[in-house]
């Protein structure tokens, strides 16, 4: 299993970004798939998650700002994020769910494969 994030970098206060994460060495289209950030400091928290179906939850301080998307085709997946402002600043890693999405933002826990992250600075 391998999970490859890129797309990150250095953007303005209200830039956007789009980062993907192209999956391997599973059946992408079958995982629910998430993304999650960690800054300096804190603990790696959910930015939201999608499911086989395309059916996405986030988090409350992304919500309106960034969208999740899969492309099960090229097994890829998505995040656009979009008015970034500082507090967004993070590592950024992808995952995939060890069982099905749930109708919550799900844990760290309930994902075993992770990507090795790609840096976002807002400044």
């Known amino acids: 299993v391998q999970l490859v994030e890129s797309g990150g970098g250095l953007v303005q206060p209200g830039g956007s970004l789009r980062l993907s994460c192209a999956a391997s060495?599973?059946?992408?289209?079958?995982?629910?798939m998430g993304w999650f950030r960690q800054a300096p400091g804190k603990e790696r928290e959910g930015v939201g998650q999608?499911?086989?179906?395309?059916?996405?939850v986030y988090a409350d301080s992304v919500k309106g700002r960034f969208t999740i998307s899969r492309d099960n085709a090229k097994n890829t997946l998505y995040l656009q994020m979009n008015s970034l402002n500082p507090d967004d600043t993070a590592m950024y890693y992808c995952a995939a769910g060890m069982g099905s999405c749930k109708r919550w933002l799900m844990p760290v826990s309930d994902f075993g494969y992770w990507g090795q992250g790609t840096q976002v600075t807002v400044s």
């Open positions: 060495g599973f059946t992408f289209s079958s995982y629910c």
């Open positions: 999608i499911d086989r179906g395309g059916r996405t």
